[in-house]
């Protein structure tokens, strides 16, 4: 279904983004001492904290059809419930044009509104919704456990520095869109991310949660990344780039996210329920 395939591919762009490059200067590397690497938990935590930032973002994954690349500006809550708004710009090589597109997060629900999309789909109105928690369910993976556990928006990414390998690598001071930071080096540990977001999750959603890591890990092949991270002199998380290998697709992930603004008030509502099309219903249909 020709819905399907777009859907799919908006929301990879979604749930991998990340943005922009740093000018940097780096002094000599050195290794933190395995306490010390505490310094990108305390960050993340202490960016949370802000409650919202302006987010910018970039992301290129390879596939056997050619590389998809998506920029995206906009504007998240750091906490649940989840919260956000971006316009996004995604070049998908089988689609041969770049799909502009405007997009709300709202809980477990993205709501979708680009020309290209709404063509694609007979009688459709401006707005397309896709319930995440209805649409993970079909694939075995439950969102809204994995939300309340630590995952809310395209900055869940800082929940995963708290699964930093032991050793994290000081690369020295760079400079991110003018701002002064020190740039870290660590790997990431997905069986270590699914102790984290399993000892997050309420109790009642925890099994939910240690499952759908497992089906994750299971689907992807992958069990570690290194991420890099930009740590300005207030603790505030300024850059995040990783790039995830995913072989069992026999495909890649490159992404960058910056943060600026912390604290500036968010306030996101869903389109008018005239102007919306319902993704899960159609597809539960089989239109």
């Not at 789909?121 to 939300?147: C, T, V, Y």
């Not at 912390?262 to 597809?283: K, M, R, W």
């Amino acid at each position: 279904m020709r819905m399907t395939r777009i859907a799919g591919v908006v929301l990879a762009a979604l749930a991998l983004a990340g943005c922009g490059q740093a000018s940097s200067t780096h002094s000599s590397p050195h290794s933190l001492s395995p306490v010390k690497n505490l310094v990108l938990t305390a960050a993340a935590t202490h960016t949370r904290h802000a409650g919202s930032a302006r987010v910018a973002m970039d992301m290129t994954m390879s596939t056997e059809q050619g590389t998809i690349t998506m920029h995206g500006t906009g504007q998240f809550r750091l906490h649940s419930p989840a919260a956000g708004a971006m316009h996004l710009s995604i070049t998908v090589p089988t689609a041969g044009t770049t799909i502009g597109m405007d997009e709300r997060i709202l809980g477990t629900t993205i709501y979708m509104r680009s020309p290209v999309l709404s063509r694609s789909i007979p009688n459709s109105h401006p707005w397309l919704k896709l319930d995440l928690e209805r649409f993970g369910k079909q694939q075995g993976i439950d969102f809204a456990a994995l939300m309340d556990s630590g995952n809310s928006d395209p900055t869940q990414v800082l929940t995963y520095l708290d699964a930093t390998s032991h050793t994290v690598v000081n690369l020295g001071h760079a400079t991110v869109d003018g701002v002064a930071t020190t740039h870290y080096h660590a790997d990431i540990d997905l069986s270590r991310a699914m102790r984290v977001m399993v000892a997050r999750a309420p109790a009642g959603q925890r099994k939910a949660v240690r499952s759908t890591y497992r089906n994750l890990l299971q689907e992807t092949g992958t069990t570690s990344y290194p991420v890099d991270v930009w740590v300005d002199a207030d603790g505030y998380v300024r850059q995040m780039h990783m790039s995830v290998p995913m072989p069992v697709s026999q495909s890649s992930m490159d992404m960058t996210m910056k943060l600026s603004h912390f604290g500036a008030p968010v306030h996101i509502t869903p389109p008018p329920a005239s102007q919306v099309t319902d993704l899960a219903s159609l597809a539960a249909r089989g239109s």
